[in-house]
């Protein structure tokens, strides 16, 4: 049985092994969990610290991540579709493969995160900070890219490789 506890050491929610979907993981003290593979779909993890979390697999589908610490976390081949990310710290994380469809990124902290084959398809990354990430082979189209933030080049790169209309 594992404990999850809040920033102020409070337990909030106990894991044993059940799945945590619709969980209410607010504000939990997250960080270098190993919850691979872990159904979180619809789950409340606003404002969590999960930097450096291992959610590889994962079923984040429609989870609310707003606001959370998900710097170097791993999402690789994690269901993030429909998922609330607005205004997360997603610096440095690994999301190769990930599905955000449709996901909500807009103010999103992206900087030098590893979107590789990744779909954001729909997804809105108004105002995003894409410096330095590494979109190779993911699939933005129909995506809202107004006003993000890229390094020199990825805009003429983005522009042409995927057809986007990128604007400030």
Known sequence: MIEINNKHGQVIYTYDGADLHFADLSDADLHGADLRNADLHGADLSDADLHGAYLSYADLLGADLSGADLRGAYFSGANLSSADL???YLFGADLRGADLFGADLRGADLFGAVL???VLCNADLRHADLRKADLSGANLSGA???GVKLS???REDLI???GCVVTE
Do not use: I, K, T, V
């Open 152 to 154: 020199s080049g990825q």
């Open 116 to 118: 590789r084959h990744a």
């Open 86 to 88: 607005f205004g997360a």
């Open 160 to 162: 042409s490789a995927l």
């Open 144 to 146: 809202n890219l107004s």
